[in-house]
């Protein structure tokens, strides 16, 4: 049962420490998300990956947010420093998407509660 | 830019009953795919339909079924037959054609009495 998998599960730190989200996608998907769900804002799109490169970050503050994909199998999340406002839940999720493709599920995992003190 | 709106944030229907769930878009693009997630208590999100904006027929998936309507730009929700586990919030998102991210509405939150 193919899904995608996010370390860890619940993080809570105090404001200027590092935190770092990781994400398994699934075997074969060439697409990840990074999405954060907040109460006020709701869903919104952090940043994502078609081949492990970066095709949209806009939605991530480059001052503290930094996301990559060292490899296939892992997506990472860093938060440097972390601020009260950053606590949210991470999502990540993962697709298989070709160009000129019209339909694109995205599974998502299961998520990361963040809470920052 | 897109706009997804849901404008029932919270909605209560009787087990068995059918309801909808609104979700009205905004889009210059003419070519885009529709989506429903189901988010429960658990947090979890849960892929449920897609309807693709070139799509004749309304999708349809078991008890899951999407009224699109793309001259009034709505692509409401219908669930038949509730059942209690389908208490949760429900997402309706958007993908465009040049970018394969989803942007979520705010959601609605769904209650199913017995």
């Known amino acids: 049962d193919a899904r995608v998998t996010q370390t860890p599960r619940h993080k809570v730190t105090e404001m200027g420490q590092e935190v770092t989200m990781r994400c398994q996608p699934i075997?074969?998907?060439?697409?990840v998300f990074w999405y954060r769900q907040t109460m006020m804002q709701g869903l919104e799109l952090l940043a994502y990956?078609?081949?492990?490169?970066?095709?949209?970050d806009s939605g991530m503050p480059k001052d503290r947010f930094s996301a990559e994909m060292p490899d296939a199998t892992l997506a990472t999340l860093k938060i440097q420093p972390s601020e009260p406002r950053d606590s949210a839940v991470y999502f990540c999720?993962?697709?298989?998407?070709?160009?000129?493709?019209?339909?694109?599920?995205?599974?998502f995992g299961p998520g990361t509660r963040l809470t920052v003190l | 830019a897109q706009k997804i709106t849901q404008t029932q944030p919270g909605m209560f229907v009787q087990e068995k009953e059918a309801v909808t769930l609104d979700c009205t878009y905004d889009?210059?693009?003419?070519?885009?795919?529709l989506f429903w997630y189901k988010q429960p208590s658990s947090g979890e999100m849960i892929f449920l339909i897609y309807?693709?904006?070139?799509?004749?027929q309304n999708a349809t998936e078991g008890r899951y079924s999407l009224n699109f309507q793309k001259a009034r730009k709505s692509a409401n929700l219908v669930i038949s037959a509730s059942q209690l586990g389908d208490s949760a919030m429900y997402f309706c998102a958007m993908e465009g054609p040049s970018g394969y991210a989803l942007n979520f509405g705010k959601g609605t939150s769904l209650l199913v009495t017995p």
């Open positions: 075997l074969g998907h060439n697409t």
């Open positions: 309807q693709g904006s070139y799509d004749e």
């Open positions: 990956f078609r081949n492990r490169a970066p095709l949209d």
């Open positions: 999720a993962s697709g298989l998407r070709f160009s000129g493709s019209s339909y694109n599920e995205q599974f």
């Open positions: 889009t210059s693009d003419q070519s885009y795919g």
